[in-house]
């Protein structure tokens, strides 16, 4: 499992959230959702979890300390050049499948992580995609690599899961689907996470205390 993440640091995270909040509420709020993507990857077995941190190369054993996990730094480029660098890397150690996630989904259903592994086990399928309900993906599975899914692609809009999903057709991938998610990125996009985390516990709903705080 690879988990996206940036050096909380104000002015790095969240800065549509850091709009309304403040900017050290919205690190703290980053720190909270990272803990709660963390423990939602370390229920599962027999999976290996390495955070892919966007930081300086100077910070990087001081957060593998913190956050006590496997810990690499994002190469440079845009999205789909350092999702790619990641699968490769993550390939080329041997693994048989991977998925990635960002650090923006702190109530993602324990359920939809264990169907993407599933998915990506069973002959007919290649990849996994989970869409979020903003026109991105949550995650992405693959069993190997296919560039096809990493150039082309409109990132941080709404029509990513669209050109992803139609570039996994065209590279001849079949792709199972997850149920639909939320990230959080956007004031309304916490407000609807406070709303929906009252009769939804999560994997540990750290998040849900400190948004709820704010």
Known sequence: MIVFAREPLPGRV????????GDQAAVELYRAMLRDVLDLS????????????DCEE???????QIYRCGSRRQIP????????????????DGFESCCIIGSDTPDLPHA???????????RRFDAVLGPSADGGYYLLGLKRLYPQLFHGIDWSTSHVFRQSLAAAGSAGAVAGLLPEWYDIDTPEDLD??????????????????LATAL
């Open 14 to 21: 969240k800065t549509r959230l850091a709009a309304a909040i």
């Open 42 to 53: 370390r229920r599962l077995t027999d999976v290996e979890t390495v955070i892919y941190w």
């Open 58 to 64: 100077k910070s990087l054993p001081r957060l593998e």
């Open 77 to 92: 480029g845009d999205l789909g050049q350092r999702m790619q660098a990641a699968f490769e890397e993550m390939f080329a």
């Open 112 to 122: 939809y992580i264990l169907d993407a592994f599933e998915l990506l086990e069973d």
């Open 192 to 209: 609807a996470f406070i709303k929906r985390s009252g009769r939804f516990s999560g994997n540990g709903c750290d998040t849900a205390t």
